[in-house]
């Protein structure tokens, strides 16, 4: 099983500012994510370890491996508007991004460390291409489950 952590990661996090959540709170997107922010993304954490845990007993994988996106992205090299609109839509929430990401890679970090997965993080290359290559190279030996939502 290949999962694209980086869609998971995303999801998650804009999920604790959904609308449902903030009309269940009576608070705006911008204060949801900030509280979440200055608690070190402890909901994140928990949200997306549940996720994964639901993902490796649905499946019962005999490999894991976690796609992570490499930052910097090649793409941009040749195309310097790629995800533009993502930046933009980052700008606007009130969040700690360095402090996002230093939790992203930690929160990996221990579940390769506690669970039957790997992390495969290469730089400048995103998770869904990873988790092609993969596919492509061991779908003739072994089963393969990628799991992304793109």
């Known amino acids: 099983m290949i999962i694209d952590i980086g869609a998971i990661k995303y999801n998650k996090l804009h999920a604790i500012g959904s609308k449902v959540n903030c009309e269940a709170r009576g608070l705006t997107k911008e ?20 996720e994964i845990l639901q993902l490796l007993d649905k499946h019962r994988p005999t490999y894991c491996t ?6 910097n992205l090649w793409r941009k090299d040749i ?18 991004w360095n402090l996002f990401e230093k939790t992203v890679l930690e929160l990996f970090t221990e579940l390769t460390n506690y669970l ?12 869904d291409d990873i988790a092609t290559v993969l596919t492509e190279k061991l779908h003739k030996e072994h089963d393969i489950l990628a799991i992304a939502d793109d």
């Open 79 to 96: 195309f310097k508007e790629y995800k533009m609109n993502r930046t933009e839509a980052k700008e606007k929430l009130p969040i700690d």
């Open 116 to 127: 039957p997965v790997r992390m495969l993080h290469i730089p400048r290359i995103e998770a």
């Open 31 to 50: 204060v949801i994510m900030a509280m979440e922010s200055e608690k070190g993304f402890k909901t994140w954490k928990f949200d997306t370890t549940v």
């Open 66 to 71: 976690l796609a992570c996106d490499g930052g």
